[in-house]
């Protein structure tokens, strides 16, 4: 079993930064790749950015340029640095993680809010 926590949220006005971070812990060989998500109200949750085992990585359009996922493997931590946030980015953000042989992330950590003030 594996076990996500993020931590990292809080409350920011546009044009800030923050930094999340996800702790994996558990059968960690399982995994393959992590990554965040967000939810905003009223809204699906959407890919925000995610790293594989191997470094590689993928961002929705929405957030280049601004986030950095990025991998601290030693640790099993995952971040996402937050540049020049929006108040569209307000949502909860969700690590996620894959297993290995899926072609879906499947396990979630509780979510983390992040609020971005105008």
């Known amino acids: 079993q594996v076990q996500l926590v993020e931590s990292g949220g809080g409350l920011v006005q546009a044009g800030g930064s923050l930094r999340l971070s996800c702790a994996a812990s558990?059968?960690?060989?399982?995994?393959?790749?992590m990554g965040w998500y967000r939810q905003a109200p009223g809204k699906e949750r959407e890919l925000v950015a995610t790293?594989?085992?191997?470094?590689?990585?993928n961002s929705a359009d929405s957030v280049k340029g601004r986030f950095t996922i990025s991998r601290e493997n030693g640790k099993n931590t995952v971040y996402l640095q937050m540049n020049s946030l929006k108040p569209e980015d307000t949502a909860v953000y969700y690590c996620?993680?894959?297993?290995?042989?899926?072609?879906?992330?499947?396990?979630w950590g509780q979510g983390t809010q992040v609020t971005v003030s105008s």
């Open positions: 790293i594989t085992s191997g470094g590689s990585t």
């Open positions: 996620a993680a894959r297993r290995s042989g899926s072609l879906r992330f499947g396990l």
């Open positions: 558990g059968s960690i060989f399982l995994i393959n790749a």
